[in-house]
């Protein structure tokens, strides 16, 4: 059985300011998680997992849910399962949904459950601010399974990692042990991918801030007869972080159409400073930039980012 498993799509989500009245933050959004709907469908696949964080907020636009739900039905009018779990940001996403009337194919998890498919079974739960029980529930509900499952979450694991100076989550869900038929948790949330013994988070499919523009973007494949997960890099927009002293903001000259993060690094600025580094930058729509309150020095945090590991495995206890 062939899996794309995506994560953190954050449809609707706002970066900077416009362009043209449109945020190019939305569309790039869209585009990544269309990357990952033909890469799906050229490929034959069989399911496709969202690990939550659909959209940015609670109640989207109806044009943003209009073009999200026109992607699903485009995976759906495949036949393909389609598994969706509501993250953090969602909240009560799709509580009372009609597309999944329409296509049974459509599995929405806004409550622990089980899905079972020919020769697996995917079990999933909502965000949670109680995940050592619900993780606990999962499990138990998995040990009833007589065939293979998959859990799949939207939590902060210990030890999962973020950022350029590789930030590492000390209060997260413990690792559970897992019974021998779940070789592994699939979870949305951290948006960096990255693998935390058999918890292989996804990582979001577009970049919603700069602590990201360290790592590359993209979904996870799983091939349970080839018995392998690996990590599928995908084109992003273009982002970047620009670390610069004072100085150099004078002959510095941003890309229109990159978002861009100017650190002024090295000094503690001025108020008169801050106010000509905002008259030099103010005409760039996409361009940010940080200290924005005087006696702030600022240090360089990206000059040398961590190693991005891509997630690749082999999975001894599918059998396909
Ligand atoms: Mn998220």
């Given at each position: 059985?062939?899996?794309v498993?995506?994560?953190?799509?954050?449809?609707?989500?706002?970066?900077?300011?416009?362009?043209?009245g449109?945020?190019?933050?939305?569309?790039?959004?869209?585009?990544?998680?269309?990357?990952a709907?033909?890469?799906?469908?050229?490929?034959?696949?069989?399911?496709?997992v969202?690990?939550?964080?659909?959209?940015?907020?609670?109640?989207?636009?109806?044009?943003i849910?209009?073009?999200?739900?026109?992607?699903?039905?485009?995976?759906?009018?495949?036949?393909?399962?389609?598994?969706?779990?509501?993250?953090?940001?969602?909240?009560?996403?799709y509580e009372?949904?009609?597309?999944?009337?329409?296509?049974?194919?459509?599995?929405?998890?806004?409550?622990?459950?089980?899905?079972?498919?020919?020769?697996?079974?995917i079990?999933?739960?909502?965000?949670?601010?109680?995940?050592?029980?619900?993780?606990?529930?999962a499990?138990r509900?998995?040990?009833?399974?007589?065939?293979?499952?998959?859990?799949?979450?939207?939590?902060?694991?210990?030890?999962?990692?973020?950022?350029?100076?590789?930030?590492?989550?000390?209060?997260?869900?413990?690792?559970?042990?897992?019974?021998?038929?779940?070789?592994?948790?699939?979870?949305?949330h951290?948006?960096?991918?990255?693998?935390?013994?058999?918890?292989?988070?996804?990582?979001?499919?577009?970049?919603?801030g700069?602590?990201?523009?360290?790592?590359?973007k993209?979904?996870?494949?799983?091939?349970?007869?080839?018995?392998?997960?690996?990590?599928?890099?995908?084109?992003?927009?273009?982002?970047?972080?620009?670390?610069?002293?004072?100085?150099?903001?004078?002959?510095?000259?941003?890309?229109?159409?990159?978002?861009?993060?100017v650190?002024?690094?090295?000094?503690?600025?001025?108020?008169?400073?801050?106010?000509?580094?905002?008259?030099t930058?103010?005409?760039?729509?996409?361009?940010?930039?940080?200290?924005?309150?005087?006696?702030?020095?600022?240090?360089?945090?990206?000059s040398?980012?961590?190693?991005?590991?891509?997630v690749?495995?082999?999975?001894?206890s599918?059998?396909?």
């Amino acid at each position: 059985m062939k899996i794309v498993a995506v994560g953190d799509t954050h449809f609707g989500h706002k970066m900077a300011r416009p362009i043209d009245g449109s945020y190019p933050s939305i569309d790039a959004k869209f585009r990544a998680f269309e990357h990952a709907v033909e890469y799906a469908i050229k490929n034959s696949v069989d399911t496709f997992v969202h690990t939550g964080d659909v959209f940015d907020m609670p109640n989207p636009s109806p044009p943003i849910k209009k073009r999200a739900v026109g992607l699903f039905e485009k995976l759906l009018e495949t036949g393909m399962d389609f598994f969706l779990i509501p993250g953090n940001h969602d909240r009560s996403f799709y509580e009372n949904n009609l597309l999944e009337f329409y296509y049974p194919n459509f599995h929405v998890l806004n409550s622990l459950k089980h899905v079972d498919l020919e020769n697996l079974s995917i079990i999933g739960f909502p965000y949670t601010k109680m995940p050592e029980q619900v993780m606990a529930r999962a499990i138990r509900l998995a040990q009833k399974i007589k065939k293979q499952a998959i859990i799949i979450c939207h939590q902060i694991f210990k030890g999962a990692k973020i950022g350029p100076q590789n930030y590492v989550f000390r209060n997260g869900l413990t690792i559970p042990k897992l019974p021998s038929n779940v070789p592994f948790i699939l979870s949305g949330h951290i948006h960096r991918s990255q693998q935390l013994k058999h918890v292989l988070y996804t990582g979001s499919l577009e970049r919603t801030g700069y602590a990201e523009t360290i790592e590359p973007k993209g979904f996870l494949v799983i091939n349970s007869e080839q018995q392998t997960v690996f990590f599928k890099e995908i084109p992003t927009y273009p982002m970047v972080v620009v670390e610069i002293p004072f100085e150099e903001l004078f002959s510095f000259e941003p890309d229109p159409e990159t978002y861009t993060l100017v650190r002024i690094i090295g000094k503690a600025l001025h108020e008169k400073e801050i106010s000509h580094i905002h008259q030099t930058l103010r005409k760039y729509p996409l361009v940010e930039y940080t200290p924005k309150v005087p006696n702030l020095k600022l240090y360089p945090l990206y000059s040398s980012p961590p190693p991005f590991v891509p997630v690749r495995w082999n999975i001894p206890s599918i059998a396909s």
